[in-house]
């Protein structure tokens, strides 16, 4: 049973956009997936969560001081096993702010802008 649990995660690929591509990214890395394939998906959530409120993002502004803020910068649960893939609409500064939040020197991202 455990032989047949570690072929299929061996085969994992996530894939999303914008709030599923932070999710693709974060299950991605947590699974250590193949590959993972991401449009326009956001990489860190503080920039959001600074701004966020009790009426605007009610959800970052209540977990923004507890742990599960850990989650908010996926950059510290990059694998360096996995392929990321990462799409993105040039002409939007938000998704290309989002894309340089990732690169480190021990980061390989695959950019494909559009």
Known sequence: ???NRNAWLSQ???VGSSAGGYAAVLYGSLLKAVRVIAFNAQFSLMPAAHKASN???PLLFK???T???SYFQLKDFLQPSVK???FLSVGCAEDNEQ???LLTPHFH??????
């Not at 991202?109 to 559009?114: P, Q, T």
Request: charged share 20%; hydrophobic share 40%; glycine share 0%.
């Open 1 to 3: 049973m455990v032989e």
């Open 12 to 14: 994992v690929i996530t």
């Open 55 to 57: 009426t605007h993002d």
């Open 99 to 101: 894309s340089r939040l």
């Open 84 to 86: 990321y893939y990462y």
């Open 67 to 69: 742990d599960r803020a």
């Open 109 to 114: 991202l695959n950019l494909y802008a559009a």
């Open 63 to 65: 977990y923004l001081h």
